[in-house]
């Protein structure tokens, strides 16, 4: 199976919202909402079009997608730019193939080449790790709301470069309308 990865184009837009639907569609922790989430973000200053990535088959369908997008980490001292994955999806039929997998590592790998220091993530603390995330408590970092401790991760794209960040996680207001 031929599968490869590029930016995601204003023209894939309605097909990369159907791969987000049906592949949260089933996830219990779901709100069913995050084709909304994406939609908004894309209209907001938090977009970084290059970090928008899709997952294209043989039949050139789009079949899955990552987002990264700017956030802040902030204590009473100083705002840290940072970026948020959310979400990856790719459709039931191509999940535990590797695909995945494929859109983090280069949305992260293009994230580093842009400039940017860290990502943060909620999610999975069994997933995660093996792409290098830590429990963002280990900088103090915190999320803006209660969420269980290691569902919170951070990671390093350059050596250090959360050494002396810690603070909450601000997101932007789109994450919440």
């Keep these: 199976m031929t599968i490869s ?3 995601e184009r204003p023209e894939d837009y309605k097909d990369t919202e159907k791969v987000i639907i049906n592949a ?5 922790l779901s709100d069913q909402n995050e084709h909304v989430l994406v939609s908004r973000i894309r209209t907001s200053d938090a977009f970084i079009p290059s970090l928008s990535v899709v997952a294209i088959n043989g039949d050139k369908e789009v079949i899955g997608h990552i987002l990264l997008s700017k956030i802040k980490i902030v204590d009473d001292y100083q705002s840290t730019e940072s970026l948020a994955l959310a979400p990856v999806s790719v459709l039931p039929e191509y999940q535990s193939q590797g695909i ?4 983090i590592l280069e949305s992260l ?3 580093n080449e ?9 999610g999975h ?5 093996k792409f290098g995330f830590k429990k963002a408590s280990l900088w103090g970092i915190k999320a803006p709301f209660e969420i269980p401790e290691e569902t919170l991760m951070a990671l390093e794209l ?3 470069s959360l050494h002396h960040v810690s603070g909450v996680v601000e997101y932007p207001s789109v994450f919440f309308e």
């Design 5 to 7: 990865i590029r930016q």
């Design 24 to 28: 949260f569609a089933d996830v219990a």
């Design 100 to 103: 995945g997998k494929r859109l």
């Design 109 to 111: 790998e293009k994230a």
């Design 114 to 122: 842009l400039g940017y220091h860290s990502v943060i993530v909620m």
């Design 125 to 129: 603390p069994k997933y995660y790790p």
């Design 158 to 160: 350059r050596e250090n």
